[in-house]
């Protein structure tokens, strides 16, 4: 009697999972249009964590379209950003809510950001269809990513962020609550990482801190090209240079003087990723490259930025395919080994500011 509901369960069951199945094929092919970095870090992360930070770079990615791309004023913006929230708390429909954001996005938005908007409702499936725990850690991160980019609509300007309060709570929202998510996420997976949640919770926060303070100093000039700045006011105007929107930053000694002031704040931040890395089990070697790959394209990128304060546009200061190359064969191999990490590290950030003494804990 009850033989048809059976069979109509299981075809349904079926048909969700060939969707989701779908649904995740769509997020591998997604990825490498919107970021070739993390197109090939990603796949070093076991494989029970690879869905799963796919999606939440795809939602990180899409909010980041809104900031950059959207062509709303501060409080349209904000709206949208709410409407992220809600469509991911299962209170808006998707598809609609994307809708709205292509027709507010400009017209040099790529292609491939503007396809992966209206490939919301499809990421969005496969967010929903994640373990509880996964999904909590990735639904916290966007929410308060989405949160504090709708605050900074407010307080951007062509003449940078107030003070180093205010530059260190934007890197927050933007790449430090991707540290502390990841974290959750290899704390969940990894009984080792587990045992030590507390205290790499605090290092990931900061190792996201330094990734995007690099990305501001890197971008300085493609911000500025549209009309925005991300420097800290307070720490130019100690050195004599005020930010102001209508002067000649680059020949400046003043702000070339500001601009290794900040690689030192950036590296500061990036003495954390070394202690995080570390902590990190040898027997996770996945991990490790998948960190260490972000950790030293970033000291990397900043000596480069530390050796020519005055650069006029990232191209000058981009760090070579060859670079890449090799810092990713010299990771891969380091990854087992803890000795060879600590002197791939050390390396990638030779020549730069010598970071305040800071007790980070013991990573081993």
Known sequence: MHEPNLVQQKNRDRNRAYRWAVDRAYQEAALPGVSRTFALTIPQLPLALRDTVTNAYLLCRIADTLEDHSHLEPAGKHDLFVGLQEVLEGQR??????????????????????????????????????????????????????????????????????????????????????????????????????????????????????????NVLKDVWDDRARGLCWLPRDLFGEVGCELEPEE??????????????????????????????????????????????????????????????????????KITRGQVRRLAVWTSYAAERDGAMRLVLAWSGRGLPRPLVRSYGDEN
């Open 93 to 214: 429909d998707p598809e609609r809510w994307a809708g709205e954001v292509v027709r507010a996005l400009a017209w040099d938005t790529p292609a491939a950001e503007r396809d992966l908007v209206l490939s919301l409702p499809r990421v969005v499936a496969v967010t929903n269809g994640l373990s509880e725990a996964h999904q909590a850690a990735v639904l916290r991160c966007v929410s308060i990513m989405g949160g504090g980019m709708a605050r900074f609509q407010r307080l951007k300007s062509p003449a940078g962020l107030p003070d180093q309060a205010s530059f260190e709570s934007y890197c927050y929202y933007v790449a430090g609550v991707v540290g502390e998510m990841l974290t959750e996420l290899f704390a969940i997976e990894v009984e080792e990482i587990g045992e030590r949640r507390d205290q790499m919770m605090e290092l990931g926060r900061r190792f996201g801190l330094g990734l995007q303070a690099t």
């Open 248 to 317: 000649e930053w680059s020949s400046d000694p003043a702000f070339r003087q500001g601009m290794r002031r900040m690689v030192g704040v950036a590296t500061e931040y990036m003495e954390a990723a070394r202690s995080y890395i570390l902590l990190v089990p040898p027997s996770q070697p996945g991990i490790r490259r998948f960190c260490a790959w972000a950790a030293t394209m970033s000291l990397a990128t900043l000596r480069r930025i530390h050796r020519r304060p005055g650069f006029q546009s990232a191209e000058q200061i």
